[in-house]
């Protein structure tokens, strides 16, 4: 199951054995064993046990088993964590099979995996009594329904439209949108609104750098000069000067002129080039927006005015003047 609906599954079923947390967003995988925790956990102390996968090799592993036998002092649940464990299929068969059918029913394994493991290592996601939850790179309809799920369970009402305009001035990093929804929900609570509205994130959050170099970008395909200088104004206010600028312009029109080249589902470029499916959807279709030797260009300009830069022939303002006038007043 997908994390956004682990805490139903919980309600609904109760404490299981064996949870694994297995995928590349960390505040998934943390945020799963703090609810577990909260819930089953009354004295950590005394019931609470942690492993390091990495050192349970071979006959090692078995003190999991031992760890989970001892019965809880005060808790619901003896809950024993173990990070990054990748046992091998003969390892599972030899140290772990009994485990895993027969857990303690006072006893609660979870396992936090950043990643399935190489090949050869056991599929701890189809084992018995393991509950798997997926805890990899969110799409943007997951974000965004993980954010209409806990505005929901606060009693503040929030539309598809809003949630996405959080998502994106966040980038879709969860982190970051876990905090600025908590925020928005304060202030929700404060003010007695029960609806999260697009003024209400428009004044309490503040996009993200990379979003606002999405819109510088998307203000220069659309030749508007006003609105891009309005963004460069207001990333310099907020600290972010011309140097800054400049090198993040040219990692995005890189990142652009790599996407637009790489062939294959969104799915199969994230993939490919370590980002997450929805971060390509979006270069993609700014990309498009541009010819391919277009988006070189624009690159080779702005990297060639950071040249100047380093060399000392221009001087960081300068070379962003440079840079505007050849975006928008030469033919690329």
Not at 117 to 126: E, M, N, P, R
Not at 146 to 162: E, H, L, M, S
């Amino acid at each position: 199951m997908k994390y956004v609906e682990f805490k139903k599954f919980t309600d609904d079923n109760g404490a299981r054995p064996i949870y694994l947390f297995e995928g590349e967003e960390v505040y998934f995988r943390e945020k799963g064993e703090v609810l577990l925790r909260a819930r089953f956990l009354q004295e950590p102390t005394l019931d609470f046990v942690a492993f390091d996968g990495n050192t349970l090799k071979g006959d090692k592993m078995r003190a999991l088993g031992e760890a989970l036998s001892c019965f809880p002092f005060v808790s619901e649940k003896r809950v024993v964590r173990v990070t990054e464990f990748y046992p091998t299929e003969k390892e599972y068969e030899t140290y772990l099979k009994a485990l895993f059918e027969n857990p303690p029913a006072d006893g609660m394994l979870i396992i936090l995996n950043s990643s399935k493991g190489k090949v050869g290592t056991a599929a701890l996601a189809k084992k018995p009594n393991v509950t798997f939850v997926d805890c990899s790179r969110s799409d943007e309809e997951t974000i965004k329904k993980w954010i209409y799920i806990t505005c929901k369970r606060a009693g503040v009402y929030a539309d598809g439209i809003t949630c996405g305009k959080l998502a994106t001035y966040c980038v879709f990093d969860m982190s970051r949108i876990a905090k600025e929804t908590e925020k928005l929900l304060g202030y929700c609570e404060a003010t007695g609104q029960a609806r999260l509205t697009d003024e209400i994130v428009d004044s309490l959050v503040y996009p993200d750098t990379e979003y606002k170099i999405f819109e510088l970008t998307d203000a220069l395909a659309r030749k508007n000069y006003s609105a891009y200088m309005k963004i460069v104004n207001d990333l310099s206010t907020r600290g972010y000067n011309e140097t800054a600028l400049l090198s993040s312009l040219a990692g995005y029109f890189k990142k652009l002129y790599d996407t637009a080249n790489c062939k294959g589902s969104d799915r199969e470029v994230a993939l490919a080039l370590g980002m997450k499916e929805f971060v390509v959807k979006k270069h993609r279709e700014q990309a498009a927006k541009f010819s391919k030797t277009g988006l070189l260009a624009l690159y080779e300009a702005v990297y060639a005015a950071i040249s100047g830069i380093k060399c000392g022939e221009l001087t960081p303002s300068a070379a962003l003047k440079t840079v505007t006038a050849k975006l928008f007043f030469e033919k690329i």
